[in-house]
């Protein structure tokens, strides 16, 4: 019998993607995570965000929402988003800030537990 999954928006049971498919995904956002801490290290912290997003939803598909990957993740691009925010608004550009901040709630309301 395969494994089996909850599916937590809709509260049933489901199978678990085959072990290929999950190694798979693991990789990709093994892949995205060191793009992130690239993408970091240059200063280019809009398109660590997009990557770590990226990364979330992967671990997400693959561990579920209560596993410490996801939360470790989300974590990081809570902090993030955070990060991108103030700096916009140390600068004075509302227009990011708030675009920022509504990418944050979306993202949080949308996926993750905390």
Known sequence: MPPVRV???????????PLS??????RAASELDQK???LQKEGKHLQA???LEQS???KISEFGLDAVPVREAGEHL???YNS?????????????WSATIERAQRTTRSALPY
């Open 56 to 58: 979330l939803a992967l």
């Open 78 to 80: 809570v902090l993030l």
């Open 36 to 38: 992130v801490a690239e």
């Open 49 to 51: 965000m997009t990557a």
């Open 21 to 26: 498919a999950r190694r798979e995904t693991s």
């Open 7 to 17: 599916d937590v928006d809709a509260g049933r049971h489901v199978a678990a993607p």
């Open 84 to 96: 991108i925010a103030m700096s916009a608004l140390a600068q004075g550009d509302e227009r990011a």
